[in-house]
């Protein structure tokens, strides 16, 4: 019984969150022709990409029982870095430093969470505002901006005309993250910390050097995001990228992985960040003011939520042990 | 079967083991050996030290003092891989499984094998069938472990440790949440290893699994190695005062005399788990509910306190109908539970003992919202001396108890809800020899004063000494009832099992802690 | 028989007093400690003005971190508070400037309870876990405040009215005085009520409490109700104190509610927690921006000091847990035959 | 009621404040102290102001202390009483929300300190004279050229509306003189949606304007960092900025006279904050010698600063400084 219903709940979560982007994108396509125009699709594509990408990132964290809250202030850190080498080193070298940037943020997440015994949540809490002071301080407070070297443009120009760098990126990385998940070591053990730790521990798994890991590729994939965004503007500063914590939780939650650990699902996390896009550019076509948007988002998570009920608010759940 | 404990040089061995724990010794110079093909076991109260040891063993703990041996040569453990790599695989009491992971994840759990970067599935699940036949289980390999029931959970997390050539393997009360059937298999399964020439080192509380398959015993008592003999020169008489460090006065259930019909249940049911079950349950008497692992009796005790729906039947409690709206209800009626799940359902770790008793009464004691601490602590009083529970003060977090005296808060909890009726399943369930006597006379002490109690037990020396009747389910359904005297262990595998008698030979050597025959 | 008399075991190691100790009064120490060290060395703190100011400041991030420690005890959560916040100062504000000040405190709290009923009933019923029911609760709030504020300030002055954010009675400051009786009412609902009881008791095992007939769902939306009543009082402290807020009044009030919380020594995962400690984090962080601002540091370098803070106060317990491990680790002694 | 070890310790924190509260009021040295509320050091615009107020206060051999409201209402209150107890002779506020300045004014005037308010706005409180740039006619200004730009192009008479984020009433009025100005040319605003002051918000608006309606010929925003973005998107999408749909933004950040410069950007409005800074402070100083200063408006008491069109014509003047 318990089998049939998780096969069920776990078809469900798969599959709701698909028809629910079919759903929106149908309304849209009937409430606003310019939905529909290719040009405008490949937007929201390019803008669910880059939510998505620190949102994959994000699904790993939470599966692996953990938060992180800095990748706003990761992503922007890593723009700032990225940008601020680019014109003595190039394009390569920058976003080679930008990413180092955001691994180390990471790794540093990662290490406070493990050897100082701080509550994920708190930690990265904490090093938000710490990472945004640290850019602030890195830039003076200025704009880097390089409209001299537009060549950086290359994170968000279509390849052919057609395709978005960004949505390469992101299934690119979809690929690899589910590859890991899947298939490597590294992969299960993210999945046995983030579903029962200690007995990870009992077992010999290295929870700690798992646990720096996925901050690691958090971060990584913020200062990917970031990146994107400053190439976008062709400018970076460490006001960039606020807020994107609660969005990248919002599109991980939005997608079906359960908030309890031990599970992922990184498709759906990109299909929420679809979803997401979708509805901000639909509302924004209809020309609906900006608060809208964010009652609109609320909604949608909860109900998100109401979907995927059981892992919630239910103590009986442990007769479920009983077979 | 037995090999001579003392041949062979040792595999492993332990000297001069100590273990400081901030404020406490946990382990005082302990010696400790296990030669190949030998099942040493390891015996002793809760917090002795045996889990110290174990964990010490399996490189979760240093030593504070002391060396360990592997094969003759010194090793230092920093953590649980390089125990294992030492081919040392301990099974450990609490669950320590990986829900969401497939069975042969579970069994490989850190030694996944692998294909350069990647995972080879084919040969951990063609290594996990392997693991499989050889312990005569049928586990699908690819099922996730949250899936399966907690029997079988139990099974892969033995798998696991036999999945590798180990060459010492650590057992911590691996039959805690075991059938009779399974741990009979289990314990010929141990023999088999040790056969096989793997050293064994198993810790249990049940003496009669100990007799039944060691070759040498070790008793550990606050810390201290009491003493080490092979289990031919032992009595189990010796073992148990070697443990609780005194004679145990040894107690016989007392006659009884049971009064009116207190609880009528007839045809209850909740979905598939329970099936029409009826019975009557007096004033002053002991039913008990028997049968395997996932035979129904446990889903029904949870059934009657509302924890599971109840589908079908209807329950009498003192001629008046019981509507089943959940714990709160059933407390509010006067029935009270003392969960299986200690740990999990009984225990409140972070809250004082003083307010793990009265949680269940604070309702009743309160003036305008206001706790009364006057009343609250005369309960305290009454219950934590009626069954002398042990502790430092009232104030003390319940998470620091002994399992014998957490067990008696819970019961103390029930009780200060002044229960009729006392539902008790697995009373004992990890609770060390001289708790076990003091919560059985405890029993006694409750029924004499009129409560009726309704007993659900793996144990059957534990029904055999407590219940006066027992009722025997299997597959959802009370399959029969067996009245003292008639309760042999024969009789009720025969009904748990829907077999003939002729499977009596399933019976192994099984007594109850305090040493007298159980059938 | 010997078994049944009652005897005493030996005292809990003494490592857990420390541990008590640390959770309960650790950082109110700390606290007194930085007051002190300030006084010295930090020109202008130890006036009556500023100092006054500082426990002014700590009030209203402390009065709503009252409700939050209620909760995070119990094992839940609120991400709602920060715009909850804005919306109950705005409608205070807003019904203040229209129909007096009743009406605005009865509108205000209101608004609070009737925010934390719905944030109780999606955990609950709906069963949604209480961090996306109230993040999702968090955009709504937002968007539904500045859709009836059509995103125009309310501005109420009324002296009777801004007195309770920026009068004193005596020498005390109003909201520090409103701060402690908050303080001293919610210490006495965990101590000496049933329901906070039941706090601590689903907070420590819900699966444990529920079989004791701990009544799981009405103590989780009461304490939801709990963070809306304290919520909605700092609103209208903070609104006072302004005359005038926007709906977007302080973004990210709830990290720092929650912050706050923690510091104070409460266990995020649920179980354990005091008020004193609460009421102390607030003063402390308050102290903190104060003697930065004293100090004239870098408006930038101040982000990064606020957040080391935390990081430090958050690792003196784990540090210390690591080395006494590694004090009762001393290595291989040579075994004496 | 409570057990003693908690009433001792609750007592014990207010002994301790007491006694700290007890050390009587600031000392104030002979030289004249200013004090500076800024906005948010993280826009370049108020890092100008701040520099302008800063050396002309040490030109005027004051002392001089920042504090910063990181865009927050009541770090605005707490921060500007902090400079307050610090015993300052003035204070100068750009203020997050002008309408939280009540009890900012009420507690410097009890001391007797004059409160000089620099831009943003003075929320009807009993400021001394607040230094405004006119943010209305700034917007009017926008409407203007950017009308004389598509006429000249002869584009269709479309254009949209970026706004700053909904709670930044002050700067929305930008927006207001914009719409009004140009509607009343005759066009038609086809669209207003908030960038909430964030350039990549700015960017991604552009990009669904754009896609709602192709034949938009301008684009009004708000702030420079939007109007950066939108300029991206327009770029991004095949377009400019300059030359097929005139963006016009408002502040002259240093970013946006390179974006103008770079053929990105038609133009922006300047504010001179660096000047405005310098302003107050010698405002500040008449308050103190108690001189009557004269206000554009009486009763508003207030002082308004021109705003420039900068555009490709005469950006370069601003860069080389």
Request: proline residues 4%; contains cysteine; glycine residues 10%.
């Amino acid at each position: 019984m318990t089998r049939l219903s998780n096969v069920w709940s776990r078809l469900f979560r798969s599959y709701s969150i698909g028809l629910a982007v079919l759903i929106v994108i149908a309304v849209l396509a009937f409430l606003t022709p310019d939905f529909l125009r290719v040009d405008n699709l490949l937007n929201v594509l390019a803008n669910a990409s880059i939510v998505g990408i620190v949102g994959l990132g994000m699904t790993l964290a939470i599966a692996s029982g953990m938060f992180d809250l800095s990748v706003g202030a990761t992503a922007a850190f890593a723009g700032c870095i990225a940008m601020s080498l680019v014109p003595d080193y190039g394009i390569l070298l920058g976003v080679i430093g930008g990413l180092i940037a955001g691994a180390v943020v990471g790794l540093s997440n990662g290490v406070i969470i493990t050897e100082l015994r701080v509550p994920a949540f708190i930690a990265t809490m904490a090093m938000m505002t710490i990472v945004r002071g640290i850019t602030l301080i890195y830039t003076d407070g200025k704009d880097l901006y390089l409209y001299g070297n537009p060549a950086y443009k290359v994170l968000t120009r279509r390849l052919f005309d057609t395709v978005p760098m960004p949505v390469i990126i992101v299934l690119a990385l979809l690929a690899i993250l589910s590859l890991v998940v899947t298939q490597t070591r590294f992969g299960r053990h993210v999945l046995a910390v983030g579903s029962n730790l200690p007995a990870a521990k009992r077992s010999g798994v290295r929870t700690s050097l798992v646990i720096w890991g996925v901050f690691t590729i958090v971060g990584v994939t913020a200062a990917m995001t970031g990146m994107i965004v400053s190439a976008q503007v062709l400018t970076a500063n460490a006001r960039l990228n606020f807020g994107l914590e609660l969005q990248a939780i919002a599109v991980v939650v939005i997608g079906g992985t359960a908030l309890t650990g031990g599970r992922v699902n990184l498709v759906g996390t990109l299909l929420g960040a679809v979803l997401v896009a979708a509805i901000n550019n639909g509302l924004n076509l209809l020309n609906v003011p900006i608060f809208y948007q964010e009652v609109t988002v609320g909604v949608l998570l909860l109900a998100a939520l109401a979907i995927n009920v059981g892992h919630g608010f239910n103590p009986l759940t442990y007769l479920r042990r009983q077979s | 079967m037995s090999v001579p404990g003392d041949c062979g040089p040792p595999l492993l061995r332990a000297q001069g083991i100590s273990r400081r724990f901030p404020g406490v010794l946990a382990l005082d110079n302990v010696d400790f050996d296990v030669s190949p093909g030998e099942v040493h076991a390891l015996v002793g109260e809760n917090g002795a030290g045996k889990s110290t040891l174990i964990n010490i063993m399996a490189g979760v703990y240093q030593p504070s003092a002391g060396t360990l041996e592997v094969k003759g040569r010194r090793m230092v453990l920093p953590n649980p891989a390089s125990a294992q790599q030492a081919g040392i695989n301990v099974i450990f009491q609490e669950f320590s499984l990986i829900p969401d992971l497939s069975v042969a994840e579970n069994i490989f759990l850190n030694r996944e094998a692998t294909r350069g970067l990647r995972i080879d599935w084919d040969t951990m699940h063609r290594r996990t069938a392997e693991v499989c036949r050889l312990l005569q289980i049928e586990l699908d390999p690819k099922v996730a472990v949250r899936e399966l029931p907690v029997a079988q959970q139990q099974l892969v997390e033995i798998a696991r440790a036999l999945a590798f050539d180990a060459q010492v393997v650590v057992m911590d009360e691996p039959t805690a949440a075991l059938s009779e059937v399974e741990i009979d298999r289990l314990l010929q399964l141990v023999r088999s290893l040790a056969d096989r020439g793997v050293a064994v080192v198993y810790v249990s509380h049940k003496l009669g699994e100990v007799f039944g398959v060691a070759d040498r015993i070790t008793v550990l008592r606050d810390g201290k190695r009491i003493l080490t003999e092979p289990r031919s020169a032992l009595t189990e008489e010796q073992v148990v005062s070697a443990m609780v460090g005194r004679e145990l006065v040894h107690t016989e259930c007392p006659p009884r005399t049971p009064g009116k019909v207190v609880l009528a249940v007839r045809g209850l049911g909740s979905g598939k788990a329970v099936r029409n079950v009826s019975f009557e349950l007096r004033a002053g008497e002991v039913l008990g509910l028997a049968g395997l692992m996932g035979s129904g009796c446990t889903a029904a005790v949870e059934t009657l306190f509302g924890l599971r729906p109840m589908t079908s039947g209807e329950v009498m409690l003192s001629g008046k109908a019981l509507l089943m709206h959940g714990p709160r209800a059933a407390i509010r009626a006067g029935i009270g539970y003392v969960p299986e799940d200690r740990k999990r359902a009984g225990i409140l770790p972070d809250l004082s003992i003083l307010h793990n008793i009265t949680i269940g009464v604070l309702e009743r004691i309160r003036r305008l919202a206001v706790i009364d601490a006057k009343k609250e602590q005369s309960i305290m009083d009454e219950y934590g001396g009626k069954l002398s529970i042990r502790y430092s003060s009232p104030a003390q977090r319940a998470a620091n108890l002994s399992g014998g005296n957490q067990q008696k808060v819970i019961l103390a909890r029930a009780l200060a809800e002044n229960c009729q009726v006392l539902l008790l399943a697995e009373p004992t369930r990890g609770v060390d020899v001289g708790a076990k006597a003091e919560i059985y006379s405890l029993i006694d002490m409750l029924v004499e004063s009129g409560i009726a109690v309704l007993l659900q037990s793996s144990e059957l020396p534990e029904l055999i000494r407590l219940a006066d009747r027992c009722l025997v389910f299997s597959s959802g359904e009370p399959r029969g009832e067996l009245v003292r005297g008639e309760l042999t262990q024969p009789a009720v595998m025969a009904l748990a099992t829907g077999l003939a008698n002729g499977q009596a030979e399933l019976k192994l050597l099984r007594r109850d802690p305090l040493g007298q025959e159980a059938a | 028989m010997t078994a049944l008399s009652t005897t005493k075991a030996k005292l809990i190691p003494s490592t857990l007093d420390w541990d008590v100790m640390w959770e309960r009064y650790g950082i109110t120490a700390v606290l007194l400690g930085v007051w002190a060290v300030a006084a010295v060395t930090t020109p202008n703190f130890a006036t009556t003005d500023n100092f006054l100011n500082v426990l002014r400041q700590g009030s209203f991030v402390g009065v709503a971190a009252i409700g939050m420690t209620i909760a995070i005890i119990s094992g839940t959560f609120d991400l709602s508070v920060g715009t909850a916040l804005a919306l109950v100062a705005w409608l205070t504000l807003w019904v203040g400037g229209h129909a007096g000040i009743p009406a605005a405190l009865a509108v205000g709290v209101g608004a609070g309870v009737l925010m934390g009923i719905i944030n109780g009933l999606l955990v609950t019923r709906v069963r949604i876990p209480a961090f996306v029911a109230t993040l999702g609760m968090y955009y709504v709030i937002r968007g539904f405040s500045f859709i009836i504020s059509k995103n125009a300030p309310a501005t109420f002055r009324a002296p009777s009215f801004t007195w309770l954010g920026n009068g004193s009675v005596g020498f005390l400051p109003v909201p520090f005085i409103v701060l402690i009786v908050c303080a001293l009412i919610g210490a006495a609902v965990l101590r000496y009520t049933a329901f906070g009881r039941y706090v601590y008791a689903q907070g420590s095992n819900s699966v444990a409490a529920m079989v004791a007939g701990v009544p799981l769902q009405s103590v989780t939306i009461m304490v939801f109700v709990v963070i809306g009543l304290f919520n909605s009082i700092a609103a209208i402290l903070v609104g006072s104190r302004l005359y005038s807020t926007t709906p977007g009044l302080e973004p990210g009030f709830e990290l720092r509610v929650i912050a706050t919380v923690v510091l104070g020594g409460t266990r995020l995962s649920g179980g354990r927690g005091s008020m004193l400690g609460t009421v102390s984090a607030a003063l402390l962080f308050a102290t903190l921006s104060n003697v930065l601002n004293l100090l004239h540091a870098d408006p930038f370098l101040q982000r990064v000091v606020e957040g080391l803070v935390l990081l430090v106060a958050l690792s003196i317990e784990g540090i210390r847990q690591r080395i006494a491990e590694r004090v009762s680790r001393t290595k291989e002694v040579p075994i004496e035959k | 009621m409570f057990s003693k070890r908690f009433m001792a310790v609750l007592g014990l924190i207010l002994v301790v404040a007491v006694v700290l509260s007890g050390c009587g009021a600031a000392k104030v040295e002979g030289k004249k102290k200013i004090g500076f509320s800024v906005y948010d050091m993280q826009y370049g615009f108020f890092q100008d102001m701040e520099r302008g107020t800063r050396e002309a206060a040490a030109a005027a051999g004051y002392d001089y202390v920042l504090v910063d409201e990181k865009s927050s209402e009541s770090t605005m209150v707490s921060s500007a009483t902090d400079l307050i107890n610090q015993g300052i002779s003035a204070l100068i506020i750009s203020p997050f929300k002008p309408d939280a300045l009540g009890p900012i004014v009420d507690a410097a005037k009890a001391k007797g300190i004059p409160v000089v308010v620099n831009d943003i706005g003075g929320g009807g409180t009993a400021y001394d004279v607040i230094v405004i740039s006119d943010n209305y006619n700034g917007g009017v200004m926008a409407a203007v050229e950017m009308d004389r730009l598509i006429a000249a192009a002869g584009k269709p008479k479309k254009v949209a509306s970026i706004t700053c984020e909904a709670s930044a009433v002050y700067a929305a009025r930008r927006n207001q003189g914009f719409e009004a100005k140009i509607k009343e040319l005759g066009y038609e605003v086809v669209a207003t949606l908030s960038g909430n002051s964030r350039m990549e918000e700015g960017y991604k608006v552009m990009q669904d304007i754009l896609a709602a309606n192709p034949d938009v010929a301008g684009a009004f925003s708000c702030n420079d960092p939007m109007a950066v973005g939108a300029a991206q998107a327009i770029s991004d999408a095949g377009k400019s900025g300059s030359t097929d749909i005139f963006v016009i933004g408002f502040n002259a950040d240093t970013i946006a006279l390179e974006a103008i410069k770079a053929g990105n950007m038609a133009g922006t409005i300047q504010q001179v904050p660096y000047e405005m800074g310098k302003m107050t402070v010698d405002l500040a100083t008449k308050l103190m010698n108690g001189e009557k200063l004269k206000y554009d408006t009486e009763k508003e008491r207030e002082i308004f600063v021109p705003v420039n069109l900068i555009n490709a014509s005469n950006v370069d003047t601003l860069l080389v400084k």
